[in-house]
């Protein structure tokens, strides 16, 4: 049974599934054999198969994810940074330089303080220990330039589109350059601030109606009338 | 127990002081997303029985001290506000809400997914805006539903309700009148997905045989007030569609 111009169906927690449904652990449980989901997710078709994406849930870092974060407080030789996850991130400011780290000359709060974003690569984390970043990699490091939008982790999917359907319409659309962190964090920039209004309020509209039919389409349109009624 | 004898609460048909039947709930409303600053939130009445609940986390508590190396704690306030009552009441924590809080944590404990966040805290702020009868289990529906809009991992919902004698008879959802008049109180929370019971109390005298219709009695109750978080939760993604 297909909700109106949803998706697919919605299933809460308690609900038990279609044993057909794939889904990973801790968004489907097994209790008795019998597959149970545990959040707000939507179940729906694709190619032959039943897949179950949740419709809000807790980001949770894993090595390798590229990330946003934001930087919180500093440490004696670390930043400490909010990656929108329940566990702080620490930044070593030697993995920031590249190099060892000279208190004499090198100042922590001239480098990065509180309050500015960074763009890095979880080194490793195993939930016994808080993540840890670099910045080592090409395209990660301080954000100087640009905007960030916080949406919903479980709605960066959604941003990026089937085949990179949904970013590729955007960025054609705007001009704007993006980058949608798996932490709920998208890095946008544009060629000026009207761009970058409208482009903010689209990906606004993916976060909130991500599960609803035709969506791609109706962002298009937000963005063209948008663009006609401020004239750029 | 001392029942105010001036009133009957049970009249010659058998309805309640409020007209009632006695298997019958009090009118339930729900609403989620209230909050815009918690992860999650609720607001629950059950008649004129109104709590707010907000979730916060998980995440790193400031003292570290309380954390688990293998899940995480909940911590459950359960507070009425000054005004939720008809004579002023203290705003500090009393004996009785330091011990529903306590209660109210257990009930949900048995169905969150704590193991998945180690070491960090989820917090549960349960207000209750207006008391009349039933506010721990008010509050421990409101939890459930918080918590499911907080996106936090649950193997099911629960729901609660209270259960009572007054004049002789089993009746469902007590409020005040009856909670302070009558012979007893059985708050009940229960997860009907899971079969499972999570907070049972006794306030009073009852039989074993009372207590098992009073249990079935409430179960039903809370069977249809889960059916109603599930309709409330899944009207919040629906309705988006509407509006456009």
Same mark, same amino acid.
């Given at each position: ?58 980001? /949770? ?14 440490? /004696? ?88 359907? /949904? ?60 663009? /006609?009624?401020?004239?750029? | ?23 019958? =709930? ?77 209660? =109210? ?21 349960? *207000? ?47 409020? *005040? ?31 074993? *045989?009372?207590? *098992? ?32």
């Amino acid at each position: 049974m297909i909700s109106r111009g949803l998706h697919g169906v919605i299933v809460l927690p308690g609900d038990r599934l279609d044993s057909r449904v794939e889904g990973k652990y801790p968004e489907v449980i097994e209790v008795n054999s019998l597959k149970i989901a545990t959040l707000i997710s939507l179940v729906s078709q694709r190619d032959d198969k039943l897949i179950i994406v949740p419709l809000k849930n807790i980001y /949770m870092p894993e090595p390798g994810h590229i990330v946003i974060g934001l930087v919180e407080s500093i440490g /004696m030789v670390n930043w400490f940074v909010d990656i929108n996850s329940p566990y702080q991130a620490i930044l070593h400011v030697q993995d920031f330089l590249g190099r060892p780290f000279n208190p004499a000359s090198d100042d922590l709060y001239k480098l990065m303080k509180p309050g500015d974003y960074v763009k890095a690569k979880v080194l490793s984390f195993d939930k016994t220990r808080n993540p840890v970043l670099s910045v080592q990699g090409e395209g990660l490091g301080k954000i100087v330039k640009g905007t960030i939008v916080d949406i919903q982790p479980a709605k960066i999917p959604r941003v990026i589109g089937k085949k990179r359907s /949904m970013i590729s319409m955007l960025e054609e659309k705007t001009g704007c350059s993006i980058f949608p962190a798996v932490n709920g964090r998208v890095y946008i920039e544009c060629p000026n601030r009207e761009l970058e209004a409208i482009l903010v309020m689209a990906i606004r509209l993916i976060d909130r109606e991500s599960h609803r039919v035709g969506l791609t389409e109706r962002v298009a349109k937000f963005i063209d009338e948008e663009r /006609m009624r401020r004239g750029v | 127990m001392q029942g105010k004898k001036s009133m009957r609460l049970i009249d010659e048909r058998g309805l309640r002081h409020d007209g009632r039947r006695p298997d019958e =709930i009090r009118p339930i409303r729900m609403q989620v997303g209230v909050l815009a600053n918690a992860s999650g939130s609720a607001l629950v009445e059950y008649g004129k029985t109104k709590v707010l609940a907000a979730v916060y986390g998980p995440r790193e508590p400031q003292q570290k001290f309380m954390i688990l190396p293998d899940k995480a704690i909940l911590r459950v306030r359960y507070h009425m506000a000054p005004f939720s009552t008809t004579e002023r009441k203290s705003p500090a924590p009393s004996r009785r809400e330091i011990e529903l809080s306590k209660v =109210i944590r257990e009930a949900l404990e048995d169905v969150v997914l704590t193991s998945e966040y180690p070491r960090t805290v989820i917090d549960i702020f349960i *207000e209750v805006l207006q008391a009349d009868g039933g506010t721990r289990v008010a509050g421990i529906t409101a939890s459930s539903l918080a918590l499911a809009d907080a996106g936090i991992p649950m193997k099911a919902l629960v729901a609660g309700v209270a259960v009572g004698k007054v004049d002789g008879v089993l009746v469902l959802d007590v409020d *005040e009148v009856e909670d302070s008049s009558g012979e007893a109180d059985m708050p009940i929370a229960a997860a009907p997905d899971l079969n499972l019971i999570t907070l049972f109390q006794i306030n009073g005298v009852l039989t074993e *045989e009372e207590v *098992e219709r009073g249990l079935s009695m409430a179960l039903k109750a809370i069977q249809y007030i889960v059916s109603l978080e599930k309709s409330t939760l899944k009207q919040k993604y629906e309705a988006i569609g509407e509006e456009v």
